[in-house]
């Protein structure tokens, strides 16, 4: 268990519809980080929040969107799903803004979703 | 563009055997290089986190050398074991626009059988 708790696991969705992920960082950590890894890609960065607010963005389409909220703990909002967007999700989270150079990130388990 | 190359896409060697992944980075300006290893269907779990001025760091049976100068690592796995079949991911780290940024490699899938 590396600490980083991603919900759900699995979600399957039909087109067009919205999801959210959750995911709550390693305690002590403030940063998170949402990447997706489309099958045989590497990891896509989207989205950075730090301590609450947003701090870096990747290439994060319109139609998703991300918080964190006080306690920590982030939602990655995805809307008007499409095929494309199946893939996997991590969330990951360190301590430092820009991660920590002696430990690094820590990723979750991911979540899978397959659009229908 | 910063973009992050791995080689070779693919890897089967038999139980016991070394083998060498390669990375190649144009990322700039360099932060840091990782390695990580991510079992399918899991998050990536980090090896090794190296730094500018570093040119080998080990952990157990996972050695990654880095060339800044030529902007080459590589992760040499000796001995290799059923439990390495994984895919191994060069990860560089960089700053640009106040903030930290990584750039992944899309990995080297590694089947290692008995």
């Known amino acids: 268990d590396s600490g980083v708790t991603q919900t759900p696991k699995h979600l399957i969705t039909a087109t067009g519809q919205r999801v959210t992920l959750r995911c709550s960082p390693r305690s002590g950590d403030l940063s998170v980080y949402w990447y997706q890894q489309s099958l045989d890609q590497g990891l896509q960065f989207l989205i950075q929040y730090y301590n609450g607010e947003e701090r870096a963005k990747g290439n994060i389409l319109e139609r998703f969107s991300a918080q964190q909220f006080p306690d920590l703990h982030s939602e990655l909002n995805l809307s008007s799903l499409e095929l494309g967007d199946s893939a996997l999700y991590f969330c990951?989270?360190?301590?430092?803004?820009?991660?920590?150079?002696?430990?690094?990130?820590?990723f979750g388990s991911g979540t899978r979703l397959t659009v229908v | 563009k910063n973009q992050v190359e791995q080689s070779p896409q693919s890897l089967i060697i038999l139980e016991g055997k070394n083998c060498t992944l390669q990375?190649?980075?144009?990322?700039?300006?360099?932060?840091?290089l990782r390695w990580y290893k991510q079992d399918t269907g899991r998050g990536p779990v980090s090896l090794t986190i190296m730094t500018f001025s570093e040119n080998t760091k080990s952990n157990g049976r996972y050695t990654a050398t880095l060339d800044a100068d030529t902007k080459q690592s590589s992760l040499h796995i000796t001995a290799s074991q059923l439990s390495d079949s994984a895919s191994y991911i060069c990860v560089v780290s960089h700053s640009g626009a106040g903030s930290y940024q990584l750039t992944f490699g899309k990995g080297t899938k590694l089947s290692v059988i008995p």
């Open positions: 990951a989270s360190s301590r430092q803004p820009h991660g920590d150079a002696n430990y690094g990130y820590t």
């Open positions: 990375c190649n980075y144009t990322v700039s300006p360099f932060s840091n």
